[in-house]
């Protein structure tokens, strides 16, 4: 089976289109390359001392898994579980987005820089990688223009649903292998060459599920979409074609699967491993139908006051409607004369209706009419995992690839794909320019509609530096192995976003009880962060209110009990906007501190 097959089928010349010269991709590479400079710049003005303005958190946690990824290269420890976060209990990695495809590699990389420069240096590259990889295949397999190719893969490396993603959360960034998956398998079908092509195919499988495994699932059902639609408009070519590519689909997933069974299987039964999100949380997030044609935030068009009116959702689509006119348009010039032109306006209808959730929302208010959610049972497996809203992924994938269509349409330059290596080749192209007022109207039309889009540089915010008690090592006396570092506040996923970077910034050379990662609570589903244990209690209410509570005797006994159950050597105090509450609550439970270097420290080894 091949969906991408020819979109002109019976045209005729002679003429052989010229070499692409290698510098005209140097050329668009740099300029993706540039492109993921601007979206970082302004964590760059401080590398080490800012995070994401939108998503703190996240940004927090994935320096961590950095720091996560040099700490098990430096020990020879299992990367797939740490201990140096919710200590005693852990984190298993594999069931959290652990990224561990970067982290691992990129170890030596975060010894000498340390994880705030390589995550945005990372962050850049790994948009533009998407964008190079995207444009590679553009180029090589679906249009003959380099601008074409351009426009396209610039928009799959940045949309408006990934650059949202990139506040914080670079795993949906990381991309770069999407673009030959689906080279890999649609040439699964290519006559002789199946076992070259499966195990191509099972290898970057394989690796994607280090990258994003809930990415890796939306390609490959974007993928049976597509086989779906193929064998339903070429049934004679599909038939032809199915043992071949079940073939070498067979041989891809049984090496994918073999190379990742162990940690597939430690992600769903290993220790802290757990079974679907506790209520289903993110069941409800579909897509907003006005959403669909608002100008995202962080774009050129976009401003933070329309966040506001459309609710909770992410920013997964958010295209503008000049990129939803155009495209209307394009796919109703486009699909009588382009196979492939007809399987995009399959994935764009089939994504963008299934992401509307359980719900219909629009212009952020529910409407009370069911969306095709309301028939999915909330706990099927891997369904009850996924946010509705996020299938429109595939529909932003599927514009990208529009877009690249609709310009060499312009152009007047239409081609089919390069064929497959022995496949059967087309009569041949024929090369024609439409009239120049055509063109003029067809190039402004699809600038203007991608000019709006172009990212502008993430919020970035200012973050309290580490103390020097952690960053100099004079933690060292205090903390024998074996023993943890309590920081005060207690890090979790909405409170101690300071502190969780005291442990990523120190390369977890101490492990911290509780934390900002996925686990199981006491039934086995997944919550965020670990059970609030009582002392975590007191200081939460404590900063939410500014004030001391009523303690009593029952309060310092159950402050000793959690620290033995933390195995806690020292409890951490270091500047805070609310350290002045702090240090009276902890003074209460556990008595006067002492004065470290810049901390307030409590020595605790002789109680827990």
Not at 69 to 92: C, K, M
Not at 194 to 216: D, K, S, T
Not at 261 to 269: D, L, R, V
Not at 329 to 338: C, D, G, H, Q, T
Request: hydrophobic residues 45%; charged residues 15%.
């Amino acid at each position: 089976m091949n969906p991408v097959s020819p979109t002109v089928e019976a045209q005729s010349s002679t003429r052989r289109p010229r070499r692409r010269p290698a510098r005209v991709d140097m050329v668009a590479l740099g300029a993706y390359v540039l492109l993921g400079v601007l979206v970082c710049l302004n964590y760059w003005v401080d590398v080490n001392n800012r995070v994401s303005s939108h998503l703190p958190t996240d940004h927090s946690w994935f320096e961590w898994l950095f720091s996560h990824g040099a700490y098990s290269v430096r020990n020879l420890e299992n990367p797939l579980f740490s201990t140096q976060q919710n200590a005693p209990d852990g984190v298993n990695m594999m069931a959290n987005t652990s990224l561990l495809g970067v982290t691992l590699p990129l170890a030596p990389l975060t010894w000498l820089l340390g994880p705030q420069v390589v995550y945005a240096l990372y962050l850049g590259a790994a948009l533009a990688a998407t964008a190079g990889t995207a444009y590679w295949m553009l180029s090589r397999h679906l249009v003959r223009s380099r601008a074409a190719a351009f426009i396209g893969g610039g928009f799959l490396g940045f949309a408006p649903g990934i650059v949202h993603h990139a506040n914080g959360q670079p795993n949906f960034v990381s991309n770069f292998l999407l673009p030959l998956i689906v080279v890999r398998v649609f040439r699964l079908a290519e006559p002789g060459r199946w076992r070259r092509n499966g195990l191509i195919l099972g290898l970057l499988v394989a690796y994607q599920i280090f990258l994003n495994e809930e990415m890796l699932l939306l390609t490959a059902m974007a993928c049976l979409v597509i086989v779906i639609a193929y064998a339903i408009m070429r049934p004679r070519a599909a038939r032809q074609r199915a043992g071949t590519f079940a073939a070498g689909l067979g041989l891809g997933g049984g090496l994918a699967l073999l190379l990742t069974a162990y940690p597939i299987w430690f992600q769903f039964n290993g220790p802290q491993s757990y079974r679907g999100l506790q209520g289903g949380v993110f069941h409800s997030w579909g897509e907003d139908i006005v959403a669909f044609v608002t100008f995202p935030r962080d774009t050129i068009a976009g401003t933070e006051a329309v966040e506001k009116t459309i609710g909770m959702t992410e920013q997964n689509t958010w295209f503008g409607w000049p990129l939803v006119l155009v495209s209307v348009v394009a796919l109703a010039l486009l699909v009588r004369r382009s196979l492939v032109a007809r399987i995009l306006a399959v994935l764009v209808v089939v994504f963008s209706v299934a992401s509307l959730g359980p719900e219909i929302r629009f212009n952020g208010e529910l409407t009370g009419i069911p969306g095709p959610w309301s028939y999915i049972p909330e706990d099927l497996p891997l369904v009850e995992m996924m946010m509705p809203t996020r299938l429109t992924l595939v529909t932003t994938a599927a514009l990208g690839v529009l877009l690249a269509l609709a310009w060499e349409a312009v152009s007047g330059r239409n081609r089919p794909p390069v064929p497959a290596p022995r496949a059967p080749q087309p009569a041949g192209v024929a090369w024609w320019r439409r009239p120049r007022w055509q063109q003029a109207l067809g190039y402004t039309a699809i600038t203007l509609a991608v000019l709006p889009l172009i990212p502008t540089p993430l919020p970035a915010k200012p973050v309290d530096p580490p103390p020097t008690f952690v960053t100099s090592g004079a933690w060292r006396p205090y903390v024998p192995q074996g023993r943890t570092l309590v920081p005060v506040p207690i890090p979790s996923n909405v409170h101690g976003l300071s502190t969780l970077r005291w442990s990523a910034l120190a390369q977890h050379q101490f492990p911290i009880p509780a934390g900002y990662f996925i686990g199981p609570n006491l039934d086995g589903e997944g919550v965020f962060g670990a059970p609030n244990r009582p002392t975590s209690t007191l200081i939460y209410r404590s900063m939410d209110t500014g004030e001391l509570p009523e303690l009593t005797e029952e309060d310092r006994r159950r402050a000793v009990e959690d620290l033995r159950f933390w195995r806690a050597s020292v409890v951490v105090l270091g500047a805070h906007p609310k350290e002045a509450v702090l240090r009276e609550l902890m003074t209460a439970l556990l008595g006067e501190p002492q004065r470290v270097d810049d901390v307030w420290l409590w020595d605790v080894r002789d109680r827990a």
